[in-house]
């Protein structure tokens, strides 16, 4: 558990609004940006990183303290998004759109290009697997939680993604090459 981990922890256990505040602050770009990076609308992910927080403080009791904060969040974000979902089809981010908290991080086009190819070769479940991994930097236990599999299969998941890119990027590359 990291320090600011146990501050968070502190904070949902003593319900005080300050340490509260505090965790808004620090998690909200993380959440809009994984929100945003799984094809939420800007506006949609900006609703939902709220909803996310409204939640979290309305049922702060129920946090369980053997899982990161990190993980608590980005599960209740996940579990609205697919309420979202249901009631109707998500709309593509506008590329050029800044969250609205802190800037984002540096785009390099190649890195960029292999996130559009990971969202059309891959299903639903396991895009987020390997945006939590990779675009959100989780250990695949946090990840086995948000998504609710467990963390074996998150790298089971990873490790057919991984191959999946990497054939369709041979392919892509054996198609130029006899051009």
């Given at each position: 558990?990291?320090?600011?981990?146990?501050?968070?922890?502190?904070?949902?256990?003593?319900?005080?609004?300050?340490?509260?505040?505090?965790?808004?602050?620090?998690?909200?770009?993380?959440?809009?940006?994984?929100?945003?990076?799984?094809?939420?609308?800007?506006?949609?992910?900006?609703?939902?990183?709220?909803?996310?927080?409204?939640?979290?403080?309305?049922?702060?009791?129920?946090?369980?303290?053997?899982?990161?904060?990190?993980?608590?969040?980005?599960?209740?974000?996940?579990?609205?998004?697919?309420?979202?979902?249901?009631?109707?089809?998500?709309?593509r981010a506008i590329a050029d759109h800044?969250?609205?908290?802190?800037?984002?991080?540096?785009?390099?086009?190649?890195?960029?290009?292999?996130?559009?190819?990971?969202?059309?070769?891959?299903?639903?479940?396991?895009?987020?697997?390997?945006?939590?991994?990779?675009?959100?930097?989780?250990?695949?236990?946090?990840?086995?939680?948000?998504?609710?599999?467990?963390?074996?299969?998150?790298?089971?998941?990873?490790?057919?993604?991984?191959?999946?890119?990497?054939?369709?990027?041979?392919?892509?590359?054996?198609?130029?090459?006899?051009?």
């Amino acid at each position: 558990m990291t320090g600011d981990d146990a501050q968070w922890r502190s904070a949902l256990r003593s319900g005080t609004a300050d340490g509260f505040d505090d965790l808004v602050a620090a998690y909200t770009p993380r959440l809009w940006r994984h929100l945003v990076g799984l094809g939420y609308a800007a506006a949609d992910a900006d609703d939902l990183v709220q909803e996310t927080f409204l939640r979290a403080w309305q049922h702060r009791h129920r946090y369980d303290g053997n899982w990161a904060v990190s993980t608590w969040l980005f599960t209740i974000a996940r579990n609205l998004g697919a309420s979202l979902r249901r009631r109707r089809q998500p709309v593509r981010a506008i590329a050029d759109h800044d969250p609205p908290v802190v800037e984002p991080a540096p785009h390099h086009p190649a890195v960029d290009g292999l996130w559009d190819r990971a969202r059309r070769l891959l299903d639903d479940r396991t895009y987020q697997a390997l945006w939590l991994r990779y675009g959100d930097d989780l250990p695949h236990e946090d990840i086995a939680a948000i998504l609710g599999i467990t963390a074996g299969h998150v790298r089971v998941l990873i490790h057919r993604a991984r191959g999946q890119l990497a054939m369709d990027i041979a392919r892509s590359e054996d198609s130029h090459a006899t051009i």
